[in-house]
Nanobody
Framework: DVQLVESGGGSVQAGGSLRLSCAAS????????MGWFRQAPGKEREGVAR???????DYATSVKGRFTISRDNAKNTMYLQMNNLNPEDTAMYYC????????????????WGQGTQVTVS
């Protein structure tokens, strides 16, 4: 198992930017496929972006071109750069880790962080 801690959330105005971080414990971070998910009140959790062990990426259609996922294996950290935010991006954002391959469905992931709130007004 890997322990995950998100940070970087906050409140911004529409059009603004935030960068989320996900710090992972342990020495095997590089072997995990990592993903960002979000859940707004009254809505189901949705996959936002994911990055594989070999740095391939995938994005939800709603964030493509605005969000960028990245990882720094030397720092055991994953990031989500979010630009041109709009109120529909308001949600709790979670990072997740999965062994092997992964996609934008939460079924690929075994370990989850506690979340960081993003509010866009």
């Amino acid at each position: 198992d890997v322990q995950l801690v998100e940070s970087g959330g906050g409140s911004v105005q529409a059009g603004g930017s935030l960068r989320l971080s996900c710090a992972a414990s342990g020495s095997t971070f590089s072997t995990y496929c990592m993903g960002w998910f979000r859940q707004a009140p009254g809505k189901e959790r949705e996959g936002v972006a994911r990055i594989s062990r070999v740095y391939t990426t995938d994005y939800a259609t709603s964030v493509k071109g605005r969000f960028t996922i990245s990882r720094d294996n030397a720092k055991n950290t994953m990031y989500l750069q979010m630009n041109n935010l709009n109120p529909e991006d308001t949600a709790m954002y979670y990072c997740a880790a999965g062994s092997g391959n992964c996609g934008l469905s939460d079924t690929w992931y075994n370990d989850w962080g506690q979340g960081t709130q993003v509010t866009v007004s």
